[in-house]
């Protein structure tokens, strides 16, 4: 009898902490993942979009500037045919 209280002891503290061992937590894992994962995807994707926002603004200048000259020349040579006429 004095080994009985012990030992029912052990047994109900075993029997109360072995299912918590058992729990299936994958999904709140998968859920967590996902979320991490679309996180980070959304951060990059903002990133993204500043720097192709930038290299569009610095870009733009050079690009108008060029397509000015191509038309200035264009016309500066549709004027030297008309004075030759």
């Known amino acids: 009898m004095k080994h009985l209280l012990p030992i029912s002891i052990i047994i109900v503290f075993l029997f109360s902490i072995l299912p918590t061992g058992c729990v299936d937590d994958s999904t709140?894992?998968?859920?967590?993942f996902k979320n991490s994962?679309?996180?980070?995807?959304?951060?990059?994707?903002?990133?993204?979009?500043?720097?192709?926002d930038s290299i569009c603004t610095m870009q733009k200048d050079s690009l108008i500037l060029s397509s000015m000259d191509s038309i200035k020349n264009i016309r500066l040579m549709e004027i030297e045919k008309l004075i030759r006429k």
Not at 28 to 32: F, L, N, S
Not at 38 to 52: H, M
């Open 28 to 32: 709140y894992q998968d859920i967590t």
């Open 37 to 52: 994962v679309d996180t980070l995807y959304r951060r990059g994707l903002k990133q993204f979009n500043k720097d192709l």
